[in-house]
């Protein structure tokens, strides 16, 4: 079942001074599944926040539709809000004069829970973020990171069944980073919650997400699980080691059929680093090999890691269907 359903999804700013017009999100449709946790990615104005701020009814769509629970967010907003916590980055949503415990408990309160009623909740959450040493501390005396650490205590409290999560590491040192990845990662065990989490960090989107939908210029590149995403570009780069040094001709050759092509003749054999496009291009491969008889000693299928996955898709290589049965195909 979709608990989110989004449909011809656009926005357009207006830049304050020059009047122009920034199209911030262009006709952007996707669902999640209830229980699934999403990996919103893009590089740095694609878009992202925009599209979290219309899924939590801060921002008005010029066009499209936002169903949560099959709710419209435009028609019943309350009722469709009714089922999300939003963490926004820059917006902590806390109450800076309250301590730690102070503002769980406030906020319970405004989802009209008793004190009583979520004294346990409080404490596990306090234990799970590691925050219970902190918890009579004022909330502008804690960390950037503690108090990123509580909003999503917070988000976590009102026990929604979506959660959007802003850039959740943003500005976070490593190891708090590293604390708050391992914390989404108990969080998502629970298979009622839905999470949406934009990043620029691959790592928490690899770690903890299972699908990814990345942006970019306002549009959706690709909607993919992340493990169809790594096994298809995985099984596209290849490292050839060989018996013998490449002609210039063959390297030329090389350089103008393959996108990523790399070349290491001061190795002890040269070793030739190549992504596939298509199937056949394996075979072009050899016959560009085959012109000087050079000898092939060992081919080796290379790991690549999300973020460069991530860069190929921005850069516009596609991940469409033929691309997956070619992966299918190869592997
Ligand atoms: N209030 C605004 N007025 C005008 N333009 C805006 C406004 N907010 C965002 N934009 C522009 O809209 C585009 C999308 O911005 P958005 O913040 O949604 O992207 P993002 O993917 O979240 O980027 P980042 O990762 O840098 O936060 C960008 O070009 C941005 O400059």
Not at 44 to 67: F, R, Y
């Amino acid at each position: 079942m979709n608990i989110i359903e989004v449909s011809g999804l656009s926005k357009t700013y207006v830049k304050r001074k020059t009047k122009e017009p920034v199209k911030a999100v262009n006709d952007i449709s996707f669902s999640v599944r209830k229980g699934e946790i999403l990996g919103l990615l893009g590089p740095n104005g694609a878009g992202k926040t925009t599209t979290i701020k219309m899924l939590c009814g801060l921002l008005k769509p010029d066009q499209g539709s936002i169903l949560i629970n099959g709710v419209n967010n435009a028609k019943q907003r309350l009722q469709a809000l009714h089922h999300i916590s939003a963490v926004l980055e820059g917006n902590r949503n806390l109450y800076w004069r309250l301590t730690v415990r102070e503002n769980l408990e406030y906020f319970a309160g405004n989802r009209g829970f008793s004190r009583k009623q979520v004294a346990h909740r409080i404490d596990t959450l306090l234990v799970l973020f590691n925050l219970k040493e902190k918890e009579n501390e004022l909330v502008n005396r804690l960390s950037r990171g503690m108090q990123q650490k509580l909003a999503i205590a917070v988000a976590m409290l009102a026990e929604t069944e979506v959660i959007l999560l802003d850039e959740p590491t943003l500005g976070l040192d490593v190891e708090t980073s590293y604390e708050v990845r391992a914390i989404l990662k108990e969080i998502v065990k629970d298979e009622d919650r839905t999470i949406i989490i934009t990043s620029h960090d691959m790592a928490v989107i690899q770690e903890v997400c299972q699908r990814t939908i990345i942006i970019n210029h306002g549009k959706v590149v690709a909607d993919e699980e992340i493990s169809n995403l790594m096994r298809l570009f995985d099984v596209r780069a290849y490292t050839v080691t060989l018996g013998a040094e490449l002609t210039p001709a063959q390297q030329a050759l090389l350089e103008s059929e393959f996108i990523t092509y790399d070349y290491q003749a001061d190795l002890i054999q040269p070793l030739l680093s190549i992504e596939l496009t298509h199937a056949e291009q394996l075979y072009q491969l050899f016959d560009i090999l085959k012109r000087n008889e050079t000898p092939v000693e060992q081919i080796d299928r290379r790991t690549i890691n999300f973020e460069e996955v991530f860069i190929k898709i921005v850069k516009g290589e596609a991940v469409d269907e033929t691309s997956l049965s070619i992966s299918s195909e190869l592997a």
